[in-house]
């Protein structure tokens, strides 16, 4: 099975900007999808596909792929956009599988 | 408002079952793929099992294949996981998920778009 491989830990200053990266085979196939998640709460969906947010996703969160290495990039980070952050993307194996990274502490300093 | 609850998680022994239930609201359960992710304390996020819509087609993460059985009862807009013969490496918070998948003029995408509060599962004697 594949594997997405994520830094453990990013820091960034209030109204920086930062990238988290996330490597894997897999993303030569498939687009990562990223997901924040705050202390405590479960996982929500902030870009997907090529870079493409939901409804509610501020436009400072955005994405980008390169060869086998997916990005998020919050432009302008926030004290709020202090959380862990995964990728995630369809397993390359040829069955309906899934396969996420380590995930990456985002702090705001 | 779209929303899925998760129940059922329990404290139990090693060797042990439990039967996790997810109810969706807010959207036609029969029209999306549906999976499990857990999360063990402390830990990264882990896909453990989705299902197709009309419950032909089933996937498992190969640490649970054999344990665990996905199924889903679209009338009353149900998700399920039977997890059996429950390990200490089981203990986590169980989330329910909606696939979100599809395809634009150029390229296909595969997300979760709606995800459950969580049920937390504690395998321990």
């Known amino acids: 099975s594949s594997e997405l491989t994520q830094d453990p830990a990013v820091s960034v200053a209030l109204g920086q900007t930062v990238r988290i990266t996330c490597q894997g085979d897999?993303?030569?196939?498939?687009?990562a999808s990223w997901y924040q998640q705050k202390p405590e709460q479960a996982p929500v969906l902030v870009i997907y596909?090529?870079?493409n947010r939901p409804s509610g996703i501020p436009d400072r969160f955005s994405g980008s792929t390169s060869g086998n290495t997916a990005s998020l990039t919050i432009t302008g980070a926030q004290a709020e956009d202090e959380a862990d952050y995964y990728c995630n993307s369809r397993d390359n194996s040829g069955n309906y599988h899934w396969v996420f990274g380590g995930g990456t502490k985002l702090t705001v300093l | 408002e779209v929303q899925l609850v998760e129940s059922g998680g329990d404290l139990v022994q090693p060797g042990g079952s439990l039967r996790l239930s997810c109810a969706a609201s807010?959207?036609?359960?029969?029209?999306?793929?549906m999976m499990w992710v857990r999360q063990a304390p402390g830990k990264g996020l882990e896909w453990v099992a989705s299902i197709k819509q009309d419950g032909s087609d089933k996937s498992y993460v190969a640490s649970v294949k054999g344990r665990f059985t996905i199924s889903r009862d679209n009338p009353n807009n149900l998700l399920y996981l039977q997890m059996n013969s429950l390990r200490a490496e089981d203990t986590g918070v169980y989330y329910c998920?909606?696939?979100?998948?599809?395809?634009?003029?150029?390229?296909?995408?595969?997300?979760?778009?709606?995800w459950g509060k969580g049920t937390t599962v504690t395998v321990s004697s």
């Open positions: 596909g090529k870079n």
């Open positions: 998920a909606r696939d979100f998948s599809g395809q634009t003029l150029y390229y296909f995408y595969y997300s979760m778009d709606v």
């Open positions: 807010g959207f036609t359960l029969s029209t999306y793929w």
């Open positions: 897999s993303l030569k196939t498939y687009y």
